[in-house]
Nanobody, 114 residues
Framework: EVQLVESGGGLVQPGGSLRLSCAASGFSFGTYAMMWVRQAPGKGLEWVAIISSNSIETTYADSVKGRFTISRDNAKNTLDLQMNSLKTEDTAVYYC???????WGQGTQVTVSS
């Protein structure tokens, strides 16, 4: 059974930090490019960051560039997103996904509010 399980979300004040993690199982995680995608209340899906299968290439949405860092550990089948200098507009449900959209997690809520 394929599983992607996100964790690490929560409530944080503006300017704060959170680290999201995604644990993958049931598929060849190390062969897939992966990404973090978010959905803010009342809005569509927005990709946030992408990482290649071997971690050599990373790409970020302009809205998070310089504040978020995506990483992975293929030995542990984990995908992480370090989020710094959080803004209220970062409030969303965050999902980890393969870049072909085949595999998705259930999402973790991030709320940035004072």
């Amino acid at each position: 059974e394929v599983q992607l399980v996100e964790s690490g979300g929560g409530l944080v004040q503006p300017g704060g930090s959170l680290r999201l993690s995604c644990a993958a199982s049931g598929f060849s995680f190390g062969t897939y490019a992966m990404m973090w995608v978010r959905q803010a209340p009342g809005k569509g899906l927005e990709w946030v960051a992408i990482i290649s299968s071997n971690s050599i290439e990373t790409t970020y949405a302009d809205s998070v560039k310089g504040r978020f860092t995506i990483s992975r550990d293929n030995a542990k089948n984990t995908l992480d997103l370090q989020m710094n200098s959080l803004k209220t507009e970062d409030t969303a449900v965050y999902y980890c996904s393969s870049t072909d959209y085949v595999y998705w997690g259930q999402g973790t809520q991030v709320t940035v509010s004072s």
